[in-house]
Nanobody, 121 residues
Framework: QVQLVESGGGLVQSGGSLRLSCAAS????????LSWYRQIQGKERELVAT?????????TYADSVQGRFTVSRDDAKRLMYLQMDNLQEEDTAVYYC?????????????WGQGTQVTVSV
């Protein structure tokens, strides 16, 4: 079955950097788009970035992270990354790896367990 496991979260000072990883299994990784979402406490989960298949459309980003976050993938290792630079307090959230329903072809979304990112001022 589909499994998505995030890692790399933690506590960082404002202006610092973190790299999140998402390890995927249970589906044909190199043929699927993937996304990162985040959920700030008390708010709805929001789309952060989407990466398409290698050689396909360029990644897309939320306006709030454009120019600071970079999503990438390593198809051989079945990993997706989110490089987060110049982190700000408002980036504090739980970050989730997502296989979208439209990419999975099964009619449902798949989610990891999430990893906490906390940015201190």
């Amino acid at each position: 079955q589909v499994q998505l496991v995030e890692s790399g979260g933690g506590l960082v000072q404002s202006g610092g950097s973190l790299r999140l990883s998402c390890a995927a299994s249970g589906f044909t990784f190199n043929k699927r788009a993937l996304s990162w979402y985040r959920q700030i406490q008390g708010k709805e989960r929001e789309l952060v970035a989407t990466i398409y298949t290698t050689g396909g459309a360029p990644p897309t980003y939320a306006d709030s992270v454009q120019g600071r976050f970079t999503v990438s993938r390593d198809d051989a290792k079945r990993l997706m990354y989110l490089q987060m630079d110049n982190l700000q307090e408002e980036d504090t959230a739980v970050y989730y790896c997502n296989l979208p329903s439209w990419a999975a072809g099964t009619g449902r979304d798949y989610w990891g367990q999430g990893t906490q990112v906390t940015v201190s001022v």
